[in-house]
């Protein structure tokens, strides 16, 4: 895509476009598509899911998580109970903490989405909820995604998931790779906070197109 295009989704997102170093290798230049920002999220289908019921209701939350090494949100998010809102057998499973999102967050998301080339309504969703019909690690069985993306609350405080994102992670109990990336709604409150989320969204691209991110 023409960098005129890139620009024009950058600013539908909020970001101020800056210009690439000229030692900025093409990998590390944003990816975006021609795909239009989709409308709300089409009505639950967790009933199309599969999901055991957890023996324990879990909700894991980064608020609670603050003090734990990096890869270690990661490694108990397979218990963290969820809804299933989308059950869509695609490459990427969103795993959204509470609150749940508006339709000012779910725009966003779209476009943040689109402009990697992703139509958020083709994605699986899931939102931590206690108790939750099932867990995260039953909801990547089920579905099997290629990448999975954590999006966590930051409750005011971007240090909390500050040492939890700008990587990738392998746990053992899925074969995705987990991605820890801010709520939409920490977006649309603190704007300055949409860079980093857009740095984290292109990991998650290079991941799908197995081109595995430093």
């Not at 024009?8 to 230049?29: F, V």
Request: aromatic letters at 4%; hydrophobic letters at 45%; glycine letters at 4%.
């Amino acid at each position: 895509m023409d960098a005129f295009r890139q620009q024009q989704y950058l600013k539908a997102m909020g970001i101020t476009a800056w210009l690439p170093r000229d030692a900025e290798s093409p990998q590390q230049q944003a990816v975006v598509a021609t795909a239009p920002a989709p409308s709300l999220i089409a009505p639950a289908e967790s009933a199309q899911l599969q999901t055991a019921t957890p023996s324990a209701t879990t909700q894991l939350e980064m608020a609670n998580a603050a003090q734990l090494a990096p890869g270690a949100y990661t490694d108990h998010l397979a218990d963290a109970t969820v809804d299933v809102l989308a059950a869509r057998a695609d490459d990427l499973l969103l795993v959204i903490e509470s609150p749940a999102l508006t339709s000012a967050d779910n725009e966003l998301l779209g476009k943040m989405l689109a402009a990697i080339g992703l139509d958020l309504n083709a994605q699986g969703i899931a939102y931590q909820s206690t108790p939750g019909t099932g867990s995260v690690g039953t909801v990547a069985r089920e579905l099997a995604p290629k990448v999975i993306v954590a999006m966590v609350g930051c409750q005011g405080d971007a240090s909390r998931i500050a040492p939890h994102r700008a990587q990738y992670y392998q746990p053992v109990w899925t074969n995705a790779l987990v991605v820890v990336t801010h709520h939409p709604a920490d977006l649309n409150s603190q704007p300055d906070l949409k860079r980093p989320a857009w740095e984290d969204l292109k990991r998650v691209k290079s991941l799908l197109d197995n081109q595995h991110p430093a």
